[in-house]
């Protein structure tokens, strides 16, 4: 099985670089795909370095950017990583093993930067939650690491602006083919939480799935 990792930009001239760089030195080669939204600085300019597979999205947020990577992906399986990870050497190839049998599998966010207060927050959200919650059948999906068959996201597009990997993970766990693996693990920035990870989360995230879990309604609504 060979795979494609399409990462989603927009002016992320100071991290697409690295990131491109530890994909092209992976122990199971892959094929790389850009999605930008339409970068004003050098995102480009770099990213064209590393790749020729280089599309833009329509405007219409992270769902429609993803739906655009996997639709111009030539392998069997699509991942996603941030701009702002640091894929291990490993990292595909531990994905290509895991997902034999499944239809998208996750991991681990695993911070390389912030304080350690800052660190120890972020594991708890992204390794030691998700891991509990995994052994009570609930297997997260987290959007800067996850990855899925072709086939699965031709049923099962993106559709949020936002949370979109929660509400896709929602889905598929219907079909019992999502696993949350431990060992597939990616090296993010913490640079989303530099106001608080509590602040941060509570705004951003609690809120927007309490809005539309309780009130039925999204504060950027659906990608149509």
Same mark, same amino acid.
């Given at each position: ?156 597009? =993106? #559709?949020? *602006? !936002?949370? @979109? &990997?929660?509400?896709?993970? /929602?889905?598929? +766990?219907?079909? =019992? #083919?999502? *696993? !949350?693996? @431990? &060992?597939?693990?990616?090296? /993010?920035?913490? +640079?989303?939480?530099? #106001? ?9 995230? /609690? ?5 539309? #879990? ?11």
């Amino acid at each position: 099985m060979k795979i494609s990792v399409v990462v989603c930009t927009m002016n992320e001239e100071k991290y697409i670089g690295p990131c491109l760089e530890h994909l092209i030195n992976q122990d199971s080669s892959c094929e790389i795909i850009v999605v930008d939204a339409h970068s004003t600085d050098k995102t480009l300019k770099i990213a064209r370095k590393y790749t020729n597979k280089i599309y833009f999205d329509n405007g219409k947020g992270i769902s429609d950017a993803r739906n655009v990577g996997w639709k111009n992906a030539s392998h069997d399986i699509v991942a996603y990583c941030d701009a702002d990870s640091l894929p291990p050497k490993d990292w595909t190839k531990k994905i290509i093993k895991n997902i034999k049998n499944l239809y998208c599998v996750s991991g681990p966010l695993m911070p390389y930067d912030g304080n350690t207060l800052m660190k120890i927050n972020f594991l708890l959200w992204s390794d030691f939650y998700p891991r509990i919650m995994g052994l009570m059948g609930y297997h997260n999906v987290w959007g800067a690491n996850m990855a899925f068959k072709k086939s699965i996201l031709k049923k099962f597009p =993106f #559709k949020m *602006k !936002f949370l @979109e &990997d929660h509400d896709i993970g /929602v889905r598929l +766990r219907k079909t =019992f #083919k999502v *696993k !949350f693996c @431990e &060992d597939i693990k990616l090296p /993010v920035s913490c +640079r989303r939480f530099e #106001k608080g990870f509590y602040r941060t989360s509570i705004n951003f995230y /609690v809120r927007e799935w309490m809005r539309r #879990k309780i009130i039925k309604k999204s504060t950027t609504g659906y990608y149509k």
